[in-house]
């Protein structure tokens, strides 16, 4: 694709943009650091100038930043300047590659029960099977070897992937996309102690997915005894990720892989829980707040906070008290000297 | 369902009910705080007496508290009251709710080998194989798209849910779960380092699931080199559980989601691990023992201890250690202080 | 198989041997615990000479220890003496044990896209998809249910056990396993927040794993939006582990279960990760580094380091401020006492 061409397509919103080559040709989209010549790469911001002297790339996305623009013209790089470069490079990898979707159709070989309704352009791949009462709006994509088990609701446009299975009664919005091997909808683990050991309580309840959530690889997203399990719009949910029964989630939420939700809890909007985070049943995090990696949340945590550790504590005493653990020999051993101090002269 | 059917059919552990309408429908179970009317719901304990207040049930099961009781009869609240309301609970849902169960049968797109021995009623779904060998006691259910690899045996009324795999030689008791997703028997993760890098250590040992265990969505139980994976009966594991090669687990024990067993990890009867607990290699936990979420056990632990914390101590201590934790600037700051007086006196 | 051909068989790797028995029928392996007459066992030290008193086994190997040999010849036990007790009972259970792989033939069930080519001997078995383009080398075996998403190239002797999915474009080399529900080359967790929320970034990239290559069970490994994620060679993955996107990981390295590595991550060679390890966004991690169980990088580790601990320090460190960390209510009680006694003074 012409360098020019790629300006027209995204037009909207670049800045500038500047070529010494009129006809310059972008063979493909790469990283800055790996780039070779004839591909375009991005830099996020002027932390990252120095990578504009070495990058092999032909052509940059650039913050508005008359500087970066200098060097790179200097190096005869192609630049597209724009207020937001990570969003335009979303852009422009998506104007050279879109993934894999196969046509509409169903396979021979996928079990479609004859109580199953089908929107249109819905495409069903081989061994993918469709029990009883599911709907599939339009335009849904089902890969190879899924499994949707009885009375399931699947929104337009959804794309489950291969190997994933969703259980009865799960409702999923439209624009959604569910990753190989998750599985939406399974029982909830929910066990009652009785005189005959652990009895489990039935998971009468189901999951429910506003639209454009995405859950990722081998994820699980449990149904409770009764209610709902709730996952609020396009919230993205990352690889091998546990929501227990009956949690509720909010909008917009980014939960990082191997994220750990036990049941009940309660997310608001436009939060971010890093990697193997873990909440303990029934708390609740406040709308946009923060969990860094590893995260044991045990108790309610507040709008906004940017909270650490285990258990969590607000991140800026964490970093604190973090520093000050690897000294604790040291502490230790200057409590001893006090105290001797204080013996001997005595 | 009227509420008097209901209250015949768990008369058996019903201590005293009342109701104002006689011919009170119930038409479904609902969650204290999210009920509408008609539904019944639940109260655990007097901790949870301002629900009654606020909430739209039509009928409530109460603990046997006479308080609680007047305060329902006073809102036009039917109640049933008992010894064990959360039990009480588990068999109401039950008598409105069945998870989804097949008919008998066996798919025409099922693949079985034809040296497997099938019981009386079960179920084989779409597109599931059965390998040689394979022993299926009466009234197993295996769900679309399982994989059963040669020579597993598994017993009566068991139900395998889709795309869940279980390998060679794997031994599952009578009424167990297995749910989507789950890898029963896979190759431990032996290594041998050699000359020539990690070696693999072939994996002929075998996982053995006694009656009544459920393995959750997504978990790995792996069989060892030599001898058995043991699941003791009626243990329950929660989601993406990994139990390494050649542990030994007891019955009645809970490990919920993303807890991690290593290699030969030894543990008791009626142990719970909350979540995201890991134990490492060999380690002996005994008896009716409680890990709190994100435990990191290395050394033995006692029968009946609670222990929390990474490395684990007892809870107790923990509990003051943490707190202790995030207090460590001040502390530092106290000791700081101390040297500075000691330093100007001398 | 008699013994005296387990000693021919391995006998390349054997010190010494003895036998009072010339005939001595082995009967299969065994853990020197639970062994049982007739059974061959191992013992991997001097600190497990005890075993030699109270093992049932009819043989053992031994490192190369007189003593050793002495105490078991006096309990009548046959024994194989060798520098490297480990790999030769690695070697003996191969004698005895081979995993389950099917003859070489396509499942009249599987689907393999016309376009897709095959090598010499490949197994492709009921209901696998193979989509276009795909390339499969000599022996490969692709066990039921998997799924192979257009253009994936898969070398010669490589194993998919059921239920795993390999997405577009995944480079898989030679003599690896892909254990079941582990999924390859997915969508990695990349979002860009825009004025509608989180939008996905497309990923354009692709994973490679080089020859032999494990991936265990359920383990998830995700495309980059540009470049590769990459797995050197013979390096070895467990159960329910997270490779984020764009990640570079050397050869030889060991990651246990349920370790987790954010996006762009850089692993040298010959690297162990204990068991819920996880290390952040972009670190790096030297040559022949060790971090143990639940360890959380954050920041880069040098070559040959040995780490613990959350945020990760020197192991060395870590046991003593994790020893103090649980003295930690003492540490206060000694602090304020000082306190008492200087305001006393003064």
Redesign the interface.
């Known amino acids: 694709m012409k360098f020019r061409e790629i300006v027209e397509q995204l037009a909207d919103t670049i800045v500038t943009f500047q070529t010494l080559d009129e006809d310059l040709e972008v063979s493909g ?3 800055v650091e ?1 780039a070779e010549p004839g591909t375009l ?1 991005f830099i996020e911001g002027e932390k990252f100038a120095h990578q504009i002297e070495s990058t092999q790339a032909s052509a940059l996305i650039l913050p508005n930043d008359e500087t970066l623009q200098n060097q790179a013209r200097e190096r005869g790089i192609a630049t597209i300047s724009t207020q ?1 470069p ?2 335009l ?2 852009r422009a ?2 104007l ?5 979707r196969p046509e509409p159709g169903i ?1 021979p ?1 996928a ?1 479609i029960d004859p109580s199953a309704r089908l929107g249109q352009g819905v495409y069903v ?3 993918a ?1 469709v ?1 009883g009462g599911v709907e599939l709006g339009d335009l849904v994509c089902v ?3 899924v ?1 949707i ?2 009375g399931v609701k699947i929104g337009d446009r959804t794309v489950l ?5 969703v ?2 009664r799960a409702q999923i919005g439209a624009d959604c ?1 569910i ?3 998750a ?1 939406i909808g ?2 909830g ?4 102690p ?1 005189a005959s ?8 309840g189901y999951v429910l997915l506003e639209d ?1 959530v ?1 859950v ?3 994820s ?1 997203i ?1 149904r409770p ?3 709902t399990t709730y996952i609020g ?2 919230t ?1 949910i ?3 990720v ?1 929501i ?1 029964h ?1 949690c509720h989630i909010g ?2 939420c ?1 939960l ?3 994220v ?1 939700l ?1 049941g009940g809890v309660t997310l608001g909007n436009n939060i971010t829980l890093a ?2 985070v ?1 909440v ?1 049943n029934r708390a609740k995090i406040g709308d946009g707040a923060i969990a860094s ?2 995260t ?1 949340i ?1 108790q309610d945590i507040e709008p906004g906070a940017v909270v650490s ?3 969590a ?1 607000a991140n800026s ?2 970093l ?3 520093a ?6 040291e ?2 051993q ?2 001893r000297q ?2 001797h ?2 013996n001997d002269r005595s």
Not at 96 to 100: D, E, G, L, T, V
Not at 324 to 329: A, E, S
Request: proline content about 3%.
């Open positions: 989209i790469a990283s790996d790469a937001r990570r969003e490079f979303a990898i998506a050279f590659y879109q993934p894999f396979d070989k079990s791949g081989a061994n099977v029990h890969h190879a070897n499994v088990y009885p992937h291969a190997n994933s299975t259980h009865e996309t990753h190989s091997g599985v399974a029982e683990f929910g066990f009652v009785t050991g652990l009895t489990r309580m039935e998971q009468s454009g995405e990722g690889c081998n699980t449990d005894s009764v209610g719009k396009n993205k990352d690889n091998l546990q227990g009956g909008s917009n980014a990082c892989a191997q750990g036990a990697g193997q873990g303990a990696a590893k044991g045990h550790g285990f258990p504590i005493l964490w604190r008290s973090a000050l653990y690897k000294r604790l020999p502490i230790h200057t409590l006090i105290q101090r204080l």
